[in-house]
């Protein structure tokens, strides 16, 4: 009887495998304890490139959920037929920044002084061209996540390519693996400035000056995310994409870097 009552006593909650693009990741921790004080059970988060993780999805890794940082790799899933059914749903929209190092940002002789008093303003808005001026001013290198893996680094790309900077800047661009990898990379110094997702700026940008980039700068950034066929959590997975979707979720995106979603682009399970 003990023994009995000992194991019941110690019985573990519930668990809920998360493949999390890494430009998100920093939301997800925020969000964490809300939902796992309404669900009763734990998130395990394993965060990466959606690209990296897809990958690994299509190669067997148990997972319940991936949440990818674009739409195209939950349809890929979904059309292997790897998918719960209509589960794939848009559960954000991305936006990027522009990082900058202190040390730069404070030089008056570079010009990045002038970003530093924009900063200082909430509400400056980045034009496209000063956004040229400042990614095509001197030989500072430029930290942009891999496009063929991250979501946010290809978006970053084609916004450069757009503004005709890209075959100027090539040559300085240091690509990392995810967002955040590009982060730590900054933080290393081994880039001067960084197209991160703003998600993360906002998480982890202390250490330089950053500025939001209007999403009509660069390719709409849609965030979906998919039920896995294997997974043995559907409910707890459905709850989790509610929860998400959900208005009060959607209303604390803004200031965890998000846009939130269109409602035309929600559809109910």
Known sequence: MLLLLGSCGSRQPPELRLAVDAGFQPAVEALRESFESRCGCRLKITAGASGLLYSQIRAGEPFDLFLSADSARPVLLEK????????????????????????????????FSTLTANLARNDATLTPRQLILLLGRGKHKLVVADPQLAPDGDAAVRMLKKLRLWPRLRGR??????????????????????????????????????MRIPAHFHPPIHQQMVILRNTRQRDLAIRLLQFLQSDEVQQQLGGLGFLRVDPAAKSAL
């Open 173 to 210: 661009v240091v690509f990392a693996g995810h967002a955040g990898h590009a982060q730590i990379l900054l933080h290393q110094g081994q880039g001067d400035m960084g197209l991160i997702p703003y998600g993360q700026a906002l998480a982890t940008g202390r250490h330089g000056q950053f």
């Open 80 to 111: 292997a037929g790897l998918t719960v059914a209509a589960s794939r749903q848009t559960y954000a929209r991305g936006q990027l920044a522009l990082w900058v190092n202190r040390q730069i940002s404070a030089d008056k002789s570079s010009g």
